[in-house]
């Protein structure tokens, strides 16, 4: 189930589908980050509707790729990190001087990313959890996991007792400084997820403005958020990581399992998942989406269950490359996850000018559901255009990019002969 040519050399289009696959998917999620203010992401009492499709819009979004193209992602970017080290000590590259200068370039596109085009940036994040895990390079896929728990679990607790103290705001009996901390803890949380009008109509002034008003607020208010990510979100995408590098060692990224495997992950990732998460799902619109227990939903509650059901969906997307249907659509999706990185950044290009005030400026006019058009017109660009690309020259452009300034010299670009080692 892989392309192999050589052990230093083989194409793993698991992991190209696979990567292609959430590259695509984790635009189901930030395109309401791209299209409305922040609290709607993953609030539609917020804004963007919370009745009728648009509220049946929220929770298949909620149940079915909240968290999980995410946790995909992660899991890739942490499996072929380690791939990409392997094969820099095999060509006397230096496993470790290659691998951070790859990190620091991208946390420089990161951040300029952040600044320039889009606040969404996980690039940076990434950059920083990637310094992290090449610790974690030698370990045993059991171990990898052990990591893994530790550190989710960690994360949960943390952010379950924020959740908690918020919850408190407002309760009988709490003394004076137990009292404000509740209070303030709910204020915060009400800035992330809540219907806080004033924060709402802040965003819609700014991203309804032009460019250079856009970059300004993000230069003067939001200036260290790619590096302050890391502790909001350290825990857990380190952890994800681990997974990955785990799934990458023990040959499930890479297709080496029985097909009988992947199908009991598949059944076992979406029963132990999907119910838990349309209960919570039911929970959250019951209570008219309270702010405490969206967040903890968000990054606590729904964490140990995102995880199964994203393992499940590569599972799935291993099993139909081995089945061998629809393999034109195979090999484009396998194109689009090489190009993993231009794609990313790309779509952010296109979707800042879609919405925001110095492009067409559709910024908060679309509901929730209708966002879909925008989604599916960017992936039928990304199937279109990456294999076509991929015809022609060896890298997508930003890759080619990335790897030049890794290695400080230009890299081969157009395809003359014999393919370069894939990293």
């Given at each position: 189930?892989?392309d192999?040519?050589?052990?230093?050399?083989?194409?793993?289009?698991?992991?190209?589908?696979?990567?292609?696959?959430?590259?695509?998917?984790?635009?189901v999620?930030?395109?309401?980050?791209?299209?409305?203010?922040?609290?709607?992401?993953?609030?539609?009492?917020?804004y963007?509707?919370?009745?009728?499709?648009?509220?049946?819009?929220?929770?298949?979004?909620?149940v079915?790729?909240?968290?999980?193209m995410?946790?995909?992602?992660?899991?890739?970017?942490?499996?072929?990190?380690?791939?990409?080290?392997?094969?820099?000590?095999a060509?006397?590259?230096?496993?470790?001087?290659?691998?951070?200068?790859?990190?620091?370039?991208?946390?420089?596109?990161?951040?300029?990313?952040f600044?320039?085009?889009?606040?969404?940036?996980i690039?940076?994040?990434?950059?920083?959890?990637?310094?992290?895990?090449?610790?974690?390079?030698?370990?045993?896929p059991?171990?990898?996991?052990?990591?893994?728990?530790?550190?989710?679990?960690?994360?949960?607790?943390?952010?379950?007792?924020?959740?908690?103290?918020?919850?408190?705001?407002?309760?009988?009996?709490?003394?004076?400084?137990?009292?404000?901390?509740?209070?303030?803890?709910?204020?915060?949380?009400?800035?992330e997820?809540?219907?806080?009008?004033?924060?709402?109509a802040?965003?819609?002034?700014?991203?309804?403005?032009?460019?250079?008003?856009?970059?300004?607020?993000?230069?003067?208010?939001?200036?260290?958020?790619?590096?302050?990510?890391?502790?909001?979100?350290?825990?857990?995408?380190?952890?994800l990581?681990?997974?990955?590098?785990?799934?990458?060692?023990?040959?499930?990224?890479?297709?080496?399992?029985?097909?009988a495997?992947?199908?009991?992950?598949?059944?076992?990732?979406?029963?132990?998942?999907?119910?838990?998460?349309?209960?919570?799902a039911?929970?959250?619109?019951?209570?008219?989406?309270?702010?405490?227990?969206?967040f903890?939903?968000?990054?606590?509650?729904?964490?140990?269950?995102d995880?199964?059901?994203?393992?499940?969906?590569?599972?799935l997307?291993?099993?139909?490359?081995?089945?061998?249907?629809?393999?034109?659509?195979?090999?484009?999706?396998?194109?689009?996850?090489?190009?993993a990185?231009?794609?990313?950044?790309?779509?952010?290009?296109?979707?800042?000018?879609?919405?925001?005030?110095?492009?067409?400026?559709?910024?908060g006019?679309?509901?929730?559901a209708?966002?879909?058009?925008?989604?599916i017109?960017m992936?039928?660009?990304?199937?279109?255009?990456?294999?076509?690309?991929?015809?022609?020259?060896?890298?997508?452009?930003?890759?080619?990019?990335w790897?030049?300034?890794?290695?400080?010299?230009?890299?081969?670009?157009?395809?003359?002969?014999?393919e370069?080692?894939?990293?």
């Amino acid at each position: 189930m892989t392309d192999a040519t050589s052990p230093a050399g083989q194409r793993f289009v698991t992991l190209d589908v696979v990567r292609g696959a959430a590259v695509m998917g984790i635009l189901v999620l930030n395109i309401v980050a791209f299209a409305m203010p922040f609290p709607a992401y993953s609030n539609p009492a917020a804004y963007g509707g919370d009745t009728g499709i648009n509220l049946a819009a929220w929770a298949a979004n909620f149940v079915l790729f909240d968290g999980k193209m995410r946790t995909l992602f992660s899991m890739l970017f942490g499996a072929s990190t380690l791939l990409v080290i392997e094969r820099a000590r095999a060509s006397d590259r230096g496993g470790a001087s290659a691998h951070y200068t790859r990190m620091i370039v991208l946390l420089a596109v990161g951040c300029l990313h952040f600044w320039f085009l889009w606040f969404g940036d996980i690039l940076a994040l990434y950059a920083m959890c990637g310094m992290i895990i090449y610790v974690f390079r030698k370990q045993s896929p059991r171990a990898l996991i052990g990591w893994a728990v530790v550190l989710i679990g960690l994360s949960v607790i943390f952010y379950g007792l924020v959740s908690w103290v918020a919850s408190m705001a407002g309760s009988p009996g709490l003394s004076p400084e137990a009292a404000a901390g509740a209070i303030e803890a709910r204020r915060a949380l009400e800035l992330e997820v809540g219907a806080n009008s004033g924060k709402i109509a802040s965003e819609l002034a700014i991203y309804r403005s032009g460019y250079a008003e856009i970059v300004d607020y993000r230069l003067g208010k939001m200036t260290w958020m790619p590096f302050t990510s890391l502790f909001g979100y350290g825990l857990e995408t380190v952890a994800l990581m681990l997974i990955g590098m785990a799934m990458y060692k023990s040959g499930f990224v890479t297709g080496d399992w029985p097909r009988a495997s992947y199908r009991r992950w598949a059944i076992w990732g979406l029963a132990l998942g999907l119910p838990p998460l349309v209960l919570l799902a039911s929970r959250i619109v019951t209570t008219d989406f309270d702010t405490p227990l969206l967040f903890a939903s968000l990054v606590a509650i729904s964490a140990p269950f995102d995880i199964p059901v994203a393992i499940a969906i590569a599972a799935l997307l291993i099993l139909w490359i081995g089945s061998g249907a629809a393999p034109a659509l195979r090999d484009r999706v396998a194109a689009a996850g090489r190009m993993a990185f231009t794609n990313y950044l790309a779509t952010s290009l296109v979707m800042t000018s879609l919405f925001y005030g110095y492009g067409l400026g559709l910024f908060g006019l679309v509901e929730r559901a209708a966002l879909w058009l925008p989604v599916i017109s960017m992936w039928a660009l990304m199937l279109a255009w990456s294999k076509p690309w991929l015809d022609r020259f060896h890298y997508g452009p930003l890759e080619w990019l990335w790897r030049s300034l890794s290695r400080g010299s230009l890299q081969p670009m157009r395809k003359a002969g014999r393919e370069p080692v894939p990293v």
